[in-house]
């Protein structure tokens, strides 16, 4: 008898442990996350405003840096220029639903990091107006899965101008 007892609490830690194993889903947060890049950047080709608004969580932070390159170009036409800046995803939101020129946003090397809770995108990118390249560098995102889906709570990128020389 006690051994048909040890033989249950194996087969039924064995269940339970097969049962944890197979309720997370590895690949369906990544491919989630992946459809808010790609709803970013087909927001950016269709300057649409308003689908880029609602990818943020509302408060988001936004820190952008510059090269030394790129910001001794900034400094010569903006003296109070500063080597990083805050922005917000409200200016980028008008910015891209106003767009009077072409614009887009290449995306390389995407890499997504996730728990399926919380979530960190970080890639290449190159910005183009006019189908011109205007600066490149890297960006990364920190993400949260809310009750409507996956959303950016902060962005940070590197700022590398384009027509500084350097590429």
């Known amino acids: 008898?006690?051994?048909?007892?040890?033989?249950?609490?194996?087969?039924?830690?064995?269940?339970?442990?097969?049962?944890?194993?197979?309720?997370?889903?590895?690949?369906?947060?990544?491919?989630?996350?992946?459809?808010?890049?790609?709803?970013?950047?087909?927001?950016?080709?269709q300057r649409d405003g308003e689908t880029m608004r609602s990818l943020f969580i509302p408060g988001s932070s936004w820190f952008q840096a510059m090269d030394d390159a790129s910001l001794k170009a900034v400094l010569a036409k903006e003296p109070k220029a500063r080597r990083f800046s805050s922005g917000d995803y409200e200016k980028f939101s008008q910015f891209v639903g106003s767009a009077k020129k072409p614009?887009?946003?290449?995306?390389?090397?995407?890499?997504?990091?996730?728990?399926?809770?919380?979530?960190?995108?970080?890639?290449?990118?190159?910005?183009?107006?006019?189908?011109?390249?205007?600066n490149h560098g890297v960006e990364t995102w920190q993400m949260i899965r809310t009750d409507d889906g996956w959303k950016i709570s902060a962005m940070l990128y590197s700022v590398v101008l384009d027509d500084t020389g350097r590429r």
Do not use: C
Not at 10 to 21: P, Q, V
Not at 104 to 133: N, P
């Open 103 to 134: 614009i887009e946003e290449t995306f390389d090397h995407i890499r997504i990091e996730t728990d399926g809770i919380i979530g960190t995108v970080w890639f290449d990118y190159t910005f183009l107006e006019a189908g011109k390249a205007t």
């Open 1 to 45: 008898m006690t051994l048909h007892r040890i033989f249950l609490a194996i087969a039924l830690s064995a269940g339970f442990t097969g049962t944890a194993n197979a309720a997370e889903p590895p690949k369906q947060p990544r491919e989630e996350i992946q459809q808010v890049v790609d709803r970013f950047r087909t927001a950016i080709i």
